[in-house]
């Protein structure tokens, strides 16, 4: 099994920071890719970011320039800071991973969900 533990979220004013976390324990060979999305009411749910295992980086355009994606591999963490919050980025955030996984003699690939984290950003 697989766990993701999401920290972070909360309320803060427009022009404010946040930054969330995500951890990942459980039967985990390797990590191949980390990352963000979220999702508002009435949409749909977007990627964020996301970080892959050789490091790089993908964004949603709304989110460049404002938010870095960083993961401590020895920790099976990533973290996403938010600078320069606005209200359109209130939504409910989901951290998501995929991982080789399993029996140790047949691992496979496996996605997972966070429980998602709440971030209200008011004008």
């Known amino acids: 099994q697989v766990q993701l533990v999401e920290s972070g979220g909360g309320l803060v004013q427009a022009g404010g920071s946040l930054r969330l976390s995500c951890a990942a324990s459980g039967r985990i060979f390797s990590i191949n890719a980390m990352g963000w999305y979220r999702q508002a009411p009435g949409k749909e749910r977007e990627l964020v970011a996301k970080?892959?295992?050789?490091?790089?980086?993908n964004y949603t355009d709304s989110v460049k320039g404002r938010f870095t994606i960083s993961r401590d591999n020895a920790k099976n963490t990533v973290y996403l800071q938010m600078n320069s919050l606005k209200p359109e980025d209130t939504a409910v955030y989901y951290c998501?991973?995929?991982?080789?996984?399993?029996?140790?003699?047949?691992?496979?690939?496996?996605?997972?969900w966070g429980q998602g984290t709440q971030v209200t950003v008011s004008s």
């Open positions: 998501n991973a995929n991982v080789l996984t399993g029996a140790i003699y047949s691992p496979s690939n496996q996605n997972h």
């Open positions: 970080i892959i295992s050789g490091g790089q980086t």
